[in-house]
């Protein structure tokens, strides 16, 4: 049993910062006693918000500190957008004051970085992942193929001046991403061709007067209304959005796909096909998990290969962090690219690599990433042997 430290020789532990009663936090504390680790303590974001001196003080007894996501709260993320100097209130689902959510996010997220303490993943690589232009720029520094990102203008007026470089000002397609946002929020599909626009988008446009609220839809939605294409894009250009080419994704059986890929200590482990007929693949829309096998039958070996380097390679970029979930691309001609990394983008349920789920693994690379802290059960039963 030499490398592991013992309950008595370390009062280390696994602490998690999340949202207690959600499954990210429910589901790592399970996992962590099914294989005989005692379960991460859990800091509320709340607690963190509430009260950071506090808050963080609870922390100094960790060996080493998972932050998880802070959404899926409304009160955490009402909290973060005050912080961040919004004054309004959000209703659920909305999409709002995303620029604000991620000015509070990141004094958070400083802090803790100030805190001392050992993370899975600084919060200081967290800052950039959350912000697409950001880590879209690091890829671009680090040459990680990927498409060419540019920042949308704050209007709807000038944005539909600035289309024309992804296409001509009679036709084009391209997407738009808001940059601080994560599960499809306020992702657009925009197209146009000769006075018609055609806008797709997990969004529900709300209009009360002449006010307009934005919601997060579980449906994709397709808009060809000029008026309503307008609403859509004067609510979300002002809280910042990227613009990249709209690439036609390779298709397998049933629809179009890309890869989600989890890199935990620069080696690619978990991967799932998300499949659509729609442009965004995004799971929680209703769309469908493909079968690897597949992939490797339409592409090969050495396709599924190359996007398992690419995504170390984007997690490379982080290298502060010990995991990440890397969208890869694979286009209809050409080679893969990166879509966007993701901090949180290990919540890939009933996937399994080398016998292990996700938290599984996170939970064993993490003794040996924390230098064997104290994370494992005092029982040598459970115990597990740390490479030296």
């Known amino acids: 049993m030499s490398g592991v430290s013992l309950p008595w020789e370390n009062d280390g532990r696994l602490f998690v910062v999340g949202n207690p009663e959600n499954r990210r936090v429910r589901d790592l504390q399970a996992t962590a006693e099914r294989i005989g680790f005692y379960p991460p303590v859990c800091v509320s974001w709340r607690e963190i918000l509430d009260d950071p001196p506090a808050g963080l003080a609870r922390l100094r007894a960790a060996g080493m500190v998972r932050l998880d996501s802070p959404g899926e709260n409304e009160d955490v993320l009402r909290h973060l957008v005050r912080l961040g100097g919004g004054c309004g209130g959000l209703a659920f689902g909305e999409i709002g004051f995303l620029p604000e959510q991620y000015r509070g996010f990141s004094l958070i997220l400083d802090r803790l970085s100030a805190s001392g303490s050992k993370f899975q993943n600084s919060p200081a690589d967290i800052k950039v992942m959350f912000d697409k232009w950001a880590s879209g720029c690091r890829f671009a520094a680090a040459c990680i193929p990927s498409p060419a ?157 190359n996007c398992r380097r690419l995504a170390e390679d984007a997690a490379a970029c982080f290298p502060d962090s010990l995991y990440a979930g890397v969208d890869v691309l694979v286009p209809v001609r050409g080679d893969p690219l990166i879509c966007e990394i993701n901090a949180f983008g290990d919540l890939l349920p009933n996937v399994t690599h080398r016998g292990e789920s996700t938290c599984e693994a996170i939970l064993r690379a993490s003794l040996r990433h924390g230098n064997c802290a104290d994370l494992a059960k005092r029982s040598a039963s459970h115990l597990l042997k740390c490479e030296s």
């Open 149 to 305: 990102t540019s920042l949308a203008p704050a209007s709807a007026a000038p944005f539909r001046k600035f289309r024309s470089a992804f296409g001509t000002p009679g036709s084009g397609r391209l997407f738009l991403k808001p940059r601080f946002a994560s599960s499809a929020s306020g992702v657009c599909a925009y197209r146009w061709s000769h006075g018609r626009e055609q806008l797709i988008a997990p969004v529900e446009l709300h209009r009360n007067g002449r006010a307009v609220r934005l919601y997060n839809s579980l449906r994709v939605r397709c808009y060809t209304s000029l008026e309503d294409i307008t609403a859509i894009l004067e609510n979300l250009l002002p809280q910042g959005m990227i613009c990249q080419p709209w690439i036609r994704k390779a298709s397998l059986s049933d629809g179009q796909f890309d890869l989600r890929i989890l890199v935990i200590n620069g080696q690619s482990r978990h991967v799932v096909v998300r499949q659509s007929h729609y442009p965004m693949t995004n799971l929680h829309l209703g769309n469908r998990r493909g079968c690897l096998d597949e992939v490797q039958e339409a592409f090969g070996q050495r396709t599924v290969d």
